[in-house]
């Protein structure tokens, strides 16, 4: 149980595109998933907190005009980097926090690796 | 600031070989530690997790410990295998939000 997907696992795109990243609970339901970015040899660092039926909350220094998210339904949140430049390119990993649970449980997607030429 | 520092940042071993993976914190109060395995190109998957009354937790040939008082925590694996090469990461929760404070991990590699 407790499996969250992601789609795609990787992408590559022109520069000044836009991309959108899926991310699924597949078993359970989650009002609240996270957004983060991973840099090589770094650490996971929180974007975003997607709430279903609300805005999300940026964290500081993230451009949310850039990175739009909607979290469309409780199994579903996704994440669009518009017009996306080559210091985009990164590892973005969606968790879900599951209905009801503790506040501090989340189970991680696989990612997705996001090339911008 | 809340911190999560691990120790060392790289690891090579030989397979069969055991090792012990450090994490020290400043997060305080904090409701739970965790260990998670990232595999290159994929997402953390969660080995262990302990609130701040527990000493040990084990998964395996996975054992955590945890020293609420020194705010250390260690991740000792025995009996290596080759697919234990990935990176490690030591996940502090906050009391306060329950946002979750990461280390940069260990990159563990096992060698046959």
């Known amino acids: 149980g407790a499996v969250v997907s992601q789609h795609p696992s990787w992408v590559i795109c022109k520069s000044g595109t836009s991309v959108k990243i899926e991310c699924r609970s597949l078993?359970?339901?989650?009002?609240?998933m996270f957004w983060y970015r991973q840099f090589p040899k770094q650490s996971l660092m929180l974007m975003a907190t997607?709430?279903?039926?609300?805005?999300?909350?940026?964290e500081q220094g993230v451009e949310k005009d850039k990175f739009l998210i909607n979290h469309a339904s409780l199994t579903l949140s996704t994440l669009t980097v518009t017009s996306a430049h080559p210091e985009d390119s990164s590892f973005y990993i969606c968790s879900a926090r599951p209905d009801p649970g503790g506040t501090d449980t989340q189970y991680f997607g696989p990612g997705t690796r996001l090339t911008v030429l | 600031k809340n911190q999560v520092e691990q120790s060392p940042q790289s690891l090579i071993i030989l397979e069969g070989k055991n090792c012990t993976l450090q994490c020290n914190y400043t997060v305080s109060p904090f409701s739970n530690l965790r260990w998670y395995k990232q595999d290159t190109g994929r997402g953390p998957v969660s080995l262990t997790i302990?609130?701040?009354?527990?000493n040990t937790k084990s998964n395996g040939r996975y054992t955590a410990t945890l020293d609420a008082d020194t705010k250390q925590s260690s991740l000792h694996i025995t009996a290596s295998q080759l697919s234990d090469s990935a990176s490690y990461i030591c996940?502090?929760?906050?009391?306060?939000?329950?946002?979750?404070?990461f280390g940069k991990g260990t990159k563990l590699s096992v060698k046959p």
């Open positions: 078993d359970f339901q989650a009002t609240t």
């Open positions: 996940v502090v929760s906050e009391v306060s939000q329950g946002n979750l404070i």
């Open positions: 997607s709430n279903e039926g609300s805005k999300a909350t940026y």
């Open positions: 302990m609130t701040f009354s527990e």
